[in-house]
Structures are given as structure tokens and as C-alpha cells.
């Protein structure tokens, strides 16, 4: 019975190599045309995902003195919160 099977399968495998039907053959000659994938716009709202505080390292009541451009960086502290 072993001797049976051992055969019938190694017929089933040489008949699978030599069979001419295994391969593929393209049906047409010519290419098809390349289809270019469109682009999606761009978005048009902007959602901020952080937070900025600047904070005064000055003693201060004075909000404008915090956005003042001719303090020097050391006298405002900038923390960011990202937020999710």
C-alpha cells in the first residue's frame, strides 16, 4: 500500500512539471495605460494640538512687558502643553 502511494504521488508531481498548461500567457500584446492616483487637497482648518504660556520671569503687572521685543529671552520663560 505504501509502495502504491509513494508512486502515485511522484506520477502526480512529474505530471505537474511537465504539464504545458502551468504557465501564464498575457491574452494581449499591448500595455495598459498607467492610471495616476489623484491627490488628495490640502487640509483647509488648522487644529493646534499645543498650547504655548509664555510666563514673565520678571515681577510684572504689565502684559504688554511680556510680548516686549527688546527684553532678552532669560526674562521670559516659554512652556509648551501638547495636547491629544
Request: glycine share 2%.
Amino acid at each position: 500500500m505504501n509502495k502504491h502511494l509513494s508512486i502515485y504521488i511522484t506520477f502526480c508531481c512529474l505530471l505537474g512539471i511537465f504539464h504545458p498548461g502551468s504557465a501564464q500567457v498575457p491574452v494581449t500584446t499591448q500595455h495598459t495605460a498607467a492610471t495616476p492616483v489623484i491627490r488628495p487637497s490640502a487640509y483647509t482648518t488648522t487644529a493646534y494640538s499645543s498650547l504655548y504660556i509664555w510666563t514673565p520671569a520678571m515681577i510684572t503687572t504689565d502684559t504688554d512687558a511680556v510680548l516686549d521685543t527688546s527684553h532678552t529671552a532669560a526674562a521670559v520663560k516659554l512652556t509648551t502643553q501638547y495636547l491629544d
